[in-house]
């Protein structure tokens, strides 16, 4: 069973504890969305809130997702290092994903490259 949790901007975001005092954060737009996670995460949320940890639901998820890393942008930068660097031979990516204990078949976007 999954929870809905809809996530709305602050009256003030600049005001809160959660949002950075920066020019950035203030000229941030915010967007509302709603979002279905599992009960458990939900409830993590709702327990962040009544410990005072953060101020709203929607905080707790703007804070986690400021923290995780942009993935795809990361993935942009080692694609152009590595076109940069002239690709990379069979050898070497066999090698690689050997040590890293990544299986061909774990990666289905390998082929793509």
Request: net charge negative; no cysteine; glycine share 4%.
């Amino acid at each position: 069973m999954s929870a809905v949790a809809t996530a709305s901007p602050p009256a003030h975001p600049e005001a809160t504890e959660d949002a950075p005092r920066t020019t950035y954060a203030r000229a941030m737009a915010l967007k509302r969305v709603t979002i279905r996670v599992p009960e458990e995460v939900l409830a993590k949320a709702r327990r962040a809130v009544e410990a005072g940890d953060v101020t709203s639901i929607s905080a707790y998820f703007v804070k986690l997702a400021a923290r995780e890393p942009d993935w795809a942008r990361s993935r942009e930068i080692i694609d152009e290092m590595i076109a940069e660097a002239g690709g990379i031979d069979d050898e070497t990516r066999s090698w690689a994903r050997s040590a890293l204990g990544i299986s061909d078949d774990d990666d289905a976007t390998e082929d793509a490259r």
